[in-house]
């Protein structure tokens, strides 16, 4: 998953013209690569809840590129989420022990109330007994739209 964390801040290291250092001193550089590298963690390990996220790292990092450059930043961010996207559907349990050692969990939280500690299926995160939910999810979301 780091390669396209990396590959994102290569292409555009070179843009990054404004430095503003955070309050800790850490330059626009870091920054940005740090903002790469949580976005792509986030997309290998809990990407069933974060919704948008090339507009999500876009936000996050554009504020250190000049406006001439923003339309650049977009571009690069949507390129390779994309591609990430498509890596993580055909190796969800590799792009996810990339950065845990713990197992994926289903989603779904039990009559108990602890998380369920069955093996997801890829394509939605939840166990195969907890199937159900996952339409559920689909039909509130229809309805929403
Ligand atoms: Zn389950």
């Known amino acids: 998953m780091y390669q396209f ?9 070179p843009y990054i013209t ?3 250092p955070d309050a800790r001193g850490t330059s626009s550089h870091k920054q ?6 949580a976005a792509l963690e986030r997309l290998a390990t809990d990407r069933h809840y974060f919704a948008k ?4 790292l876009f936000y ?3 504020t250190h590129f000049p406006m001439s450059a923003q339309k650049r930043v977009l571009q690069t961010v949507v ?19 990339t950065f845990t050692d713990e197992p994926p969990t289903c ?7 602890s998380v369920c500690q069955r093996v997801p299926l890829p394509h939605n995160g939840y166990c195969p ?3 159900h939910l996952a339409d559920t999810e689909h039909n509130e979301r229809l309805a929403a739209a």
């Open 79 to 97: 390129h390779y989420i994309g591609l990430a996207q498509r890596f993580l559907a055909e190796n969800p349990l590799a792009a996810h022990a």
């Open 107 to 113: 989603r779904a939280t039990t009559r108990k109330g």
């Open 60 to 62: 996050d990092i554009r």
């Open 53 to 56: 996220p090339a507009r999500t």
């Open 32 to 37: 940005v690569l740090d903002a790469c590298e």
């Open 5 to 13: 964390s990396r590959a994102i801040y290569r292409e555009l290291a």
């Open 18 to 20: 404004e430095s503003r």
């Open 129 to 131: 007994s907890h199937q």
